[in-house]
């Protein structure tokens, strides 16, 4: 084997002597981004598939919720940024090249979509403001009664959903400079991962609604549209849950598959991406790759579900927090392992 | 499915069970099973954290955070397969419910100041005896070692012989 | 329109790093941060490996992933010589230009923007040479259109065998290393 | 087979995080199957009213200890590199009766605590929150315990070796010592804990769950008795190794350097060797390779010698050194060769070599070479006389300047006035 | 597995709990702001090193920006060095010396208080004059390095003493000098007479060009790498320069001479030498022909570990270059106790190949004639203290060792005052306790340096100096290639109450009424005189830097005559004067101590970014270089269980253990030695940017062997273990 030692004078802060540019802020942005761009495309599909007004009203807080936990992965995001106050330089220009410009006005484009999303379903009491709710009620009879616009939102929640997980995972897919990420994977990989979270938290208020761990008389506003999120009207919340249990398990083996790509991707690939690759199957990363993202993140949950489903075993919230907790650690792995991952 | 948690196993089956995860981990790793050292890890961790030279310069938690150390431990990661394992076993087994054991005859908080002062025995002993009854009393025990084998007669011996002050505890 | 170059010598080289302390006293780059910087390569058996000592900085590739990704137009190529440069006042910080390089030429200036080598545009407007290259007491680095068929730049590349760093990286790097 | 796997070094740190991961997952697994993750149920131990503790404790203790027995005596599993916790008597019985007390006070011990907080016990996180606080108890008390924790100070020892017992008799008796105790735990149950004994395993009714623990105790029984045939289960006189790999690796020769090889990589100081001589201390004293260390052949097993470690192993002849390259290669050191013909080689080409008077030309500088290694070593070249009888020649003359040759007493010119040149400092 | 991967580990297992965890950035302290404003360029010299490059220094708003070379100047020729480059940073370095400091506790202690320069040198006159009433003016001693020290130089010679030392004889360069001086009757010379730039064949032994940036020769050296001249490196480790070599010779530390010995056996087996040079110009070559036979390239290969093939070859080379092949005498040579013996063989293989005096040699360098101030001549003395009865008979230069031995003896007499400029004895000098059991015996210690350095620690009195772009020093009138005469001036103003050399050594020499050997009212008065008594424009000097010379004949073949001032006006293969004292007249090759087992030999060199000790405090060369890390071979450190950037203590033979350092694992080392930049490991704590980075070679080298020649120290003779920190 051939010798090679590498020494550099070079010791610049956040890049060497691996690079380190971000730390939990961009993954937990790209979690709570792709958390919310599963809770769009879920209740998107939801309005737009339901035929009935109750049907409609299957998941009424999820647009809310995803503008609550949009805000604070922008937050984490604005956090990350060395010179914040020059933000609003991404808005003066479009850069087609560059993902992060397509993101941030990916994200432009969704806020509208969800809170028109959230004005269709309103609470039906809030702490203070009834004056404005009241307001916002007739609003949102007033769009009931169009239907077009009603499906045009549902479509646009549908569509920006999919795209807003898409791009959290092409983010980091177009980095050339690191091998890790250097594969067009990791843009469905982030989506499904994102789908599997958004009906994992689904489920798990199911289960916190259905329990009555909550007074459901509580008229914050937050918690209000956290424990109304599930309630379908007319059916039995736990159907409910187990609807998104099936949709979890289905999204769960998509994702477990398209990891499987992913890492076929690259140990096919070229040997700085096949080296790259090592840090997650063998390398430092490992034993939270293996034992935390696929094991507890993926296989066990995808297990206790099918068991659920099977009536074998109750519903908990168990495999709903593990895919929960995974679907971070997803990304945190990812995150960190490919700005080590380098060429040389 | 909804309903009553399901029996134990038996008790030899279990055994034998454990017994071949104890071998597994000797014929891989060429060591046994353990849990007292992962909170000392767990410990050592915290020190750090809150001030890591304070960390460096004790000796009881510099021990800990070397290399292979920290949360780097090899006990840590096998306690978080206990964490994982038990919860999915518990699940399975319809076992898994928040609650707070007791005997019949003692008060939650009673008996979780008493769970609090148990486990603070139990830590301190650990460190001193060189192990739990995982690390000295099972592993120990298999390999013929001599002073697991004190150890778990002293284990047994203490408990018993504080069993008849605290029976109201458990009885 | 020229195409600015810069073809280093490395067997001259012996890496006293003049390059980089003249950088930071012409550009006054943060103590801490580095501009350019020198790389040792030792391949091969003991004894007498090969060493090759390199004085490294922002290639300006002619594809410059750090521009492409940068999504306020901050990093760009300039008009002239193919220059790519940063624009302190548009930078957000975001360090996606950080990740994309896989040169590592890049860092965050301590007041928040992205900061790299400029080849001394400054300088090379005036018709010097960037100060790394005027400084250097081996004469190992030359500077200069890369177009330019009769040029310094292309006339040594034309005579010498060479190669560039992480050419398999796609981004046509602009700094060359004789060998 | 090489076991401990990781001690072969087969899997790497970060693997054994992984493996760590999945023992663990089968130890939470049984053990909250064993309804160890109920303080009620494991206090119960304490008060005869339900024994699981001792039974799933000692079955797991003699299915391991058999186990791992029979690898061992089958020489799957070396023995020797299972980490032993050293025997520190007084803080055994100090501690273990700590553990004891917590144990009785707390109804679980570290481990079970961490299935019981997994399945939902609020006592027992507050339990895991009283091991925790005891760690930084005793990391800033830490003098105060280092004193205990080292009281009674046995090393590494077992049963076996303390009693001076066969191993397997020990394993054996620890089988039947466990039987003896499941049935007392058994009838103590139906005795104190109101069991029926009729769902007692061991005593009731029921074939399968009666047979199976059975079954299970005296097929280890039986194999605790078999492994016993084989003696002491620690490696040692018998090795497995790996016949064809060293076969090849002796046909092609890699198995061994040449005196020549030897001579230049330690006059060109090129490779880092552990020089090993092999011979009696005395032999070793009366002279040796410069830089070789002394391990007489009987002590090299208990030789402190890295598995990365280039060594060199030479002897006065052949036979011991591959002898005991074979015992290196089957402790598992790779980068070991032995030198061939040993001293004796040495002596004949290095020291001694036999170089002819008036070597033919295009041999001359090879015997130059020779002649100036056997200097170097200290020894002598036997130059063949035209006669033929080996003479030894005399040594150059020490290196030292031919005396008395001073150029001829030619006047020396009266030194011209010394240009006073301008001197300046600087290192 | 390492602290890196645990963190990332970590990071990964309880991102919940990190997600909180502190985000600190290390963010390094920024360069003072960038000066804007008009620009001006002053000219004047470097004085980082000894080499006394001609810079330029750029002002704006009268603030410094940046020192380029001076193109006209000889040595730069218009580039600087890192060191001169960077040399900005000695004027905004933060920790400067800023007042005069009076010494309040203990020796050592390094505490202070300041008071104003007249009542410290109030203070350092009385106590010299109450040195000089118990014990004579020759009880003071100076140690000193560099062009600065010049005035007081002058001031010490007026009061009475003699006793005027600095380390780059003994502990450096003195070998190499006296090697030559006995063959040739010439010394090398500093800038070094080496003709690189010319050479066809370069031969370095140990010597690491390239890491040395002694500028011309560096530059010299790249032309004629990139020229293609066959370069032959002998050194135990691979250096920049043997990376560049047709022919690396990895030798055992210690055997360069039985290398040299053998080079000179098969240039004469051969018939390669230069018969027609040697036999118009050599003395006695025939009797050391003869003392060459026992030096086979065989018999070399046992000792050096250098294959008999590869040194035949290696000398063929050279034969076939001469006259154009140039062994490079080395700077720091002082390494084994036998060094100006070595350094005779190097003259000697150069005066076999001709290259003393020819092209691509060693040329006849040439200066400009600049007369002396007329000073009234000095007071007798007693003699020099540091050499008593000529013990070392061919001493060129006042010993620093000798000094200290005085000293601690009181033999030949007692030595009660030092004044230490621009030095760091407790770094030049080997053996560091002997010199701090010196320093306690004395009764006044004065520093002059710009740095509170370790030195200043134990001092009585420290004075701050104004760093070299804030004051005039003495005119360089150099001897080079091509001759001329430069200035230092001030480029700006000391940023406190700094002084020059020239001012404290007038003021002190007033205050001990030494007023007649002072009579110019400033320097700039004194120099103005010199350079118009040379007949030279002053202006042109200050608004130039320099005023070149004409350019003279340098080598034979351009027609400078052959002189050699050896008794036997030739040059000396066979030196009487050698065998008169007693030693042997052709060099005589000694074995090396062996490395005692699990020992490693400490093997120390330089780096392009640092001078010694001095510059590790700069801001802009610490921060291309914060601190030296051990050199460990690539498989000993494998062994070791050490990987590069471990940390590790080293420990040598007399137990003295050093701080904590990094590990450098490579194979560019052979295995039985290690290596450490030299000049870290600072310990003052005044020096808060240097202090406790890297490890100081100097406190390891606690054993030395004094070549019995001249006195020089050779310091090869350290070996260390390498212990692991513990936690």
Not at chain 3, 143 to 151: E, I, S
Not at chain 5, 560 to 580: H, R, Y
Request: hydrophobic share 45%.
């Amino acid at each position: 084997m051939q010798h090679v030692e590498i020494s550099t004078t070079r010791a610049n802060p956040l890049v060497d002597p691996v690079l380190q540019v971000w730390g939990w802020e961009i993954p937990v942005y790209l979690f709570l981004g792709g958390l919310v761009a599963g809770l769009l495309a879920l209740s998107g599909f939801y309005l737009l598939r339901s035929r009935t007004a109750s049907e409609r009203g299957a998941w009424p807080q999820a647009p809310m919720l995803g503008v609550v936990l949009l805000t604070l992965g922008m937050g984490a995001l604005f956090l990350d940024l060395d010179h914040p106050w020059y933000v609003w330089r991404v808005y003066l220009t479009f850069e087609p090249a560059s993902p992060m410009s397509w993101g941030s006005w990916i994200l432009i484009l969704v806020y509208p979509a969800l809170f028109a999303a959230a004005l269709l379903h309103p609470p039906e009491r809030v702490p203070f403001g009834a004056g404005l709710l009241a307001v916002i009620r007739r609003g949102s009879e007033w769009m009931w009664a169009r239907p077009r616009l009603v499906q045009a939102i549902a479509l646009s929640n549908l569509v920006g959903g999919i795209a807003l997980g898409l791009y959290t995972g092409i983010l980091l897919g177009t980095m050339v400079a690191r091998p890790l990420w250097n594969s067009a994977i990791l843009g469905p990989l982030f989506l499904f991962s994102g789908l599997s979270s958004a009906a994992a938290l689904m489920h798990v208020l199911t289960l916190v609604r259905t329990h009555g761990l909550v007074d459901s008389t509580y008229a914050d506003l937050l918690l209000h549209g956290l424990f109304q999120l599930l309630k379908p009207p007319g059916r039995d919340p736990s159907t409910a849950g187990e609807a998104m249990v099936r949709a979890d398990a289905a999204f769960l083996s998509v994702e477990g598959a398209l990891i499987a790509l992913f890492v076929i991707g690259l140990a096919a690939s070229t040997e700085v991406q096949q080296q790259a690759l090592q840090l997650l199957l063998t390398g430092a990363y490992a034993p939270v790759f293996w034992c935390l993202i696929l094991g507890t993140g993926i296989l066990v949950p995808l297990v206790l579900q099918s068991l659920e489903l099977a009536g074998r075993i109750r519903h908990t919230v168990v495999p709903a927090l593990l895919v929960i907790a995974g679907a971070f650690l997803l990304r945190w792995v990812l995150v960190q392992a490919g700005q080590v991952s380098s060429w040389t | 499915m909804q309903g009553s948690p399901r029996p134990y196993a038996n008790p030899y089956l279990a055994g034998f069970g454990l017994g071949l995860v104890l071998l597994a981990a000797f014929v891989l790793m060429g060591r046994g099973l353990g849990a007292s050292a992962a909170f000392s890890a767990l410990a050592a961790v915290i020190v750090e954290w809150i001030s890591p030279g304070h960390a460096a310069a004790n000796p009881f938690f510099s021990r800990y955070l070397g290399p292979g150390g920290g949360l780097e431990e090899w006990l840590v990661w096998e306690v978080a397969g206990v964490f994982v394992g038990g919860l999915v076993s518990g699940l399975l087994g319809n076992r898994v419910r928040p609650a707070v054991e007791r005997g019949p005859r003692v008060g939650v908080p009673v008996r979780l100041v008493l769970a609090f002062l148990g486990g603070l025995f139990m830590g301190v002993g650990a460190k001193i005896a060189g192990g739990c009854t995982s690390g000295q009393a099972l592993t120990g025990g298999a390999l013929l070692n001599v002073g697991s084998w004190v150890t778990m007669i002293c284990i047994f011996g203490g408990a018993y012989a504080l069993a008849w002050l605290l029976r109201k505890e458990w009885t | 329109m020229p195409r600015l170059a810069m073809v280093i010598d490395t067997r001259r080289c012996v890496g006293c790093g003049d390059c980089v302390v003249a950088c930071k006293v012409e550009n006054d780059v943060p103590l801490g941060h580095d501009r350019d910087w020198i790389v040792e390569e030792i391949r091969g058996r003991c004894p007498g490996p090969t060493l090759e000592i390199r004085s490294e900085r922002c290639h300006h590739c002619a594809d410059p992933p750090c521009v492409y990704c940068c999504p306020t137009g901050a990093s760009h190529i300039h008009d002239y010589g193919g220059v790519v440069l940063v624009t302190a006042s548009k930078c957000i910080g975001c360090k996606a230009c950080l990740a994309a390089c896989p040169y590592g030429a890049r860092f965050i200036h301590p007041d928040g923007y992205a900061d790299k080598c400029t080849f001394c545009l400054h300088r090379v407007e005036k018709g010097l040479d960037p100060a790394c290259v005027a400084v250097c007491p081996t004469h190992c680095m030359t500077f200069g259109d890369l177009d330019d068929p009769l040029g310094p730049v292309r006339r040594l590349l034309d005579s010498r065998p060479h190669h560039a760093l992480l050419p398999e990286a796609g981004t046509e790097p602009c700094i060359f290393y004789l060998t | 087979m090489n076991a401990p796997f990781y001690k072969f070094d087969v899997f790497g740190d970060t693997a054994a995080l992984g493996v760590a991961f999945a023992i663990g997952l089968g130890m939470g697994w049984f053990l909250e199957r064993a309804g160890f993750g109920s303080a009620t149920k494991l206090a119960k131990q304490f008060y005869f009213r339900d024994l699981a503790v001792l039974k799933v404790m000692f079955t797991a203790i003699v299915t391991a200890m058999v186990g791992l027995f029979l690898a061992a005596q089958l020489g799957w599993v070396d023995l020797s590199l299972m980490y032993l916790q050293p025997t520190v008597l007084w803080a055994n019985v100090v501690g273990g009766l700590l553990l004891g007390v917590g144990f009785i006070i707390g109804g679980l011990c570290p481990g079970t605590s961490v299935v019981s907080v997994a399945t939902g016990r609020i006592d027992a996180f507050l339990f895991v929150m009283g091991v925790l606080a005891s760690q930084f108890l005793v990391g800033e008390a830490w003098p105060l315990f280092a004193g205990i924790s080292e009281a009674g100070e046995m090393g590494q020892i077992t049963l076996p070796g303390l009693l001076g017992v066969p191993y397997g008799l020990v394993v054996l008796a620890v089988v039947l010592m466990a039987a003896g105790a499941f049935v007392a735990a058994e009838w103590a149950e139906v005795r104190f804990g109101g069991v029926d004994r009729a769902a007692q395993p061991l005593l009731g009714a029921g074939w399968r769950a009666r047979n199976a623990p059975r079954v299970l105790l005296a097929s280890l029984a039986g194999l605790a008795l078999l492994g016993m045939a084989g003696g002491d289960p620690y490696r040692g006189p018998r090795v497995v190794i790996d016949e064809r790999e060293l076969a090849l690796l002796i046909q092609k020769e890699a198995d061994h350097v040449t005196v020549d090889d030897l001579a230049t990589w330690i006059v060109e100081g090129r490779m880092e060797v552990r020089l090993i001589d092999l011979r009696h201390p005395a032999a070793y004293a009366a002279g040796t390779i410069p830089g070789a260390e002394n391990v007489p052949l009987a002590d090299l097993p208990a030789a402190e010698i890295e598995p990365g470690e280039r060594v060199v192993l030479f002897s006065q002849g052949q036979t011991h050194a591959a002898q005991a390259w074979m015992l290196l290669r089957a402790r598992g050191m790779r980068n070991t060769y032995s030198l061939l013909g040993g001293m004796d080689e040495w002596n004949d080409r290095i020291l001694f070599p036999e170089l002819p008077a008036e070597p033919p030309p295009d041999q001359a500088a090879e015997v130059e070479r020779r002649r100036a290694l056997a200097l170097r070593f200290g020894g002598s070249p036997r130059v063949e006389a035209a006669a033929g009888a080996p003479v030894a020649v005399p040594l150059p003359a020490a290196m030292s300047p031919p005396a008395g040759v001073a150029p001829p007493a030619a006047p020396i010119p009266t030194a011209a006035p010394v240009k006073k040149k301008k001197k300046r400092e600087g290192c | 597995m390492h602290r890196r991967t645990f963190l990332k580990l970590g990071s990964g297992a309880v991102a919940g709990a990190c997600l909180l965890g502190p985000g600190v950035r290390a963010r390094a302290g920024s360069t003072p702001p960038k000066p804007t404003g008009e620009e001006r360029v002053i000219p004047t010299f470097c004085d980082v090193c000894f080499w006394r490059c001609n810079a330029l220094a750029t002002t704006r708003g009268g603030r410094l920006w940046k020192i380029e070379g001076n193109p006209q100047d000889p040595l730069s020729r218009g580039r600087l060095c890192p060191r001169g480059t960077g040399g900005v940073g000695a004027h905004y370095d933060p920790d400067r010396l800023r007042r005069p400091l009076l010494r309040k506790g203990e020796r050592g202690a390094e505490t202070w208080h300041e008071v104003s320069w007249d009542e410290a040198l109030g203070f350092v006159a009385e106590r010299m004059q109450a040195i000089r009433a118990a014990h004579g003016p020759e009880a003071m001693a100076l140690f000193s390095h560099g062009i600065g020290g010049t005035f007081l130089k002058h001031l010490f010679r007026a009061w009475g003493s003699p006793n005027i030392a600095a380390p780059s004889f003994a502990q450096c360069r003195g070998p190499r000098d006296v090697g030559f001086h006995l063959t040739f009757g010439e010394e090398v010379g500093s800038p070094e007479r080496t003709d690189i730039e010319h050479a066809r064949c370069l031969v370095l032994l140990g010597c690491h060009l390239g890491e040395n940036m002694h500028n011309t020769q560096v530059q010299e050296f790249a032309e004629a790498v990139g020229r293609g001249t066959t370069l032959i490196v002998a050194d135990p480790r691979f250096s920049v320069a043997a990376s560049k070599a047709k022919y690396y010779l990895p030798i055992r530390p210690g055997t360069d001479l039985a290398l040299l010995l053998a080079w000179m056996h098969v240039l004469i087996e051969e018939g390669a030498w230069d018969r027609a040079y040697v036999d118009a110009h050599g003395y006695g070559f025939d009797a050391f022909a003869a003392s060459l036979a026992p030096y086979t390239p065989e018999w070399a290969w046992t000792e050096t570990g250098i294959a008999p093939d590869v040194i035949r070859e290696t000398a063929g080379e050279m034969g076939h270059h001469r006259p154009a092949t140039l062994v490079h005498p080395g700077r720091h040579v002082t390494w084994y106790g036998d060094d100006a013996q070595r350094s005779r063989a190097v003259a000697l293989l150069n005066a076999m190949l001709g290259s003393w005096g020819r092209k691509g040699g060693f040329y006849q360098p040439a200066s400009m004639d600049v007369p002396a101030w007329p000073y009234p001549p000095y007071p007798p003395h007693r003699g020099k203290a540091d050499n008593p009865d000529q013990r070392y008979p061919f001493a060129l230069e006042t010993l620093t060792t000798g000094l200290r031995e005085a000293t601690l003896t009181g033999k030949p007499y007692p030595l009660k005052g030092w004044f230490v400029y621009a030095t760091n004895p407790l770094y030049a000098l080997p053996n560091v306790d002997e010199t701090i059991a010196a320093v306690r015996a004395l009764d006044l210690l004065v520093v002059i340096d710009v740095v509170p350095s370790e030195i200043a620690g134990w001092a009585d009195v420290v004075l701050p100096e104004a760093v070299y772009l804030e004051r005039y020093d003495e005119l360089n009138v150099e001897l080079f290639r091509q001759p001329f005469v430069a200035l230092r001036q001030p480029v700006v103003d000391p940023p406190d109450d700094q002084k020059s050399n020239a001012w404290i050594a007038r003021e002190l020499g007033l205050k001990l009424g030494l007023g007649a050997w002072f009579p110019w009212r400033d320097v700039e008065e004194y120099l103005r005189w010199r350079v118009e008594a040379a007949g030279l424009s002053w202006e042109t000097l200050t608004s130039r830097g320099l005023i070149l010379g004409p350019r003279t004949p340098l080598t034979y073949e351009e027609g400078v005559a052959p002189e050699f001032d050896t008794p036997s006006g030739k040059i000396e293969f066979w030196s009487n004067q050698l065998q008169e004292k007693g030693f042997d007249p052709v060099p005589r090759y000694t074995p090396p101590d062996p490395v005692p087992p699990g020992f490693f030999r400490l093997l120390y060199g330089r780096a392009p970014v640092h001078s010694f000790s001095r510059t590790q405090t700069n801001p802009l060369l610490h921060d291309i270089m914060p601190e030296n890390a051990v050199w460990v071979h690539s498989e000993v450190a494998h062994r070791l269980g050490l990987r590069s950037g471990d940390r590790v203590r080293l420990r040598n033979q007399d137990g003295v253990e050093s701080g904590p350092v990094a590990v450098k694992a490579t194979c560019r080392i052979r295995p039985d030695c290690v290596y450490l930049v030299h000049g870290f490991g600072h310990t003052a704590r005044g020096l808060r940017r240097a202090l406790g980075r890297g490890i100081n070679d100097a406190l390891l080298l606690s054993r030395y062997r004094t070549d019995p020649l001249m006195g020089g120290t050779g310091l090869g003779m350290n070996f260390v273990t390498i212990l692991p920190v513990e936690a």
